[in-house]
Nanobody
Framework: QVQLVESGGGLVQAGGSLRLSCVAS????????MGWFRQAPGKEREFVAA????????YYADSVKGRFTISRDNAKNTVDLQMNSLRPEDTAVYYC???????????????WGQGTQVTVSS
């Protein structure tokens, strides 16, 4: 089992920044990929970014490329999402997820955190 706990959400004005953090515990060595997804009201959960624990490879959704940066600290078992130049359309609940394979596909991630709300005002 893997437990994931997110933090760092909040309210920010458009153009501002937030940093989300996800702490992983449990059998984290068995899960190579860590991802961030988001879900806005009335919409499906969508991929944001992902990173491999072992290779440092990263994936980003086109909508966040150049604005968001995913990083991880293996010693602390944390994965962060630095979000800059935030837009109102970035408003959503953001979820941390763990999976076996680095991918953008939601169904490939087996473990999920409880989510943290990000609200961007115009």
């Amino acid at each position: 089992q893997v437990q994931l706990v997110e933090s760092g959400g909040g309210l920010v004005q458009a153009g501002g920044s937030l940093r989300l953090s996800c702490v992983a515990s449990g059998r984290t060595f068995s899960r190579d990929a860590m991802g961030w997804f988001r879900q806005a009201p009335g919409k499906e959960r969508e991929f944001v970014a992902a990173i491999s624990w072992r290779t440092y490879n990263t994936y980003y959704a086109d909508s966040v490329k150049g604005r968001f940066t995913i990083s991880r600290d293996n010693a602390k078992n944390t994965v962060d999402l630095q979000m800059n130049s935030l837009r109102p359309e970035d408003t959503a609940v953001y979820y941390c997820a763990a999976g076996n394979t680095l991918t953008t596909q939601r169904y490939e991630y087996n473990y999920w955190g409880q989510g943290t709300q990000v609200t961007v005002s115009s």
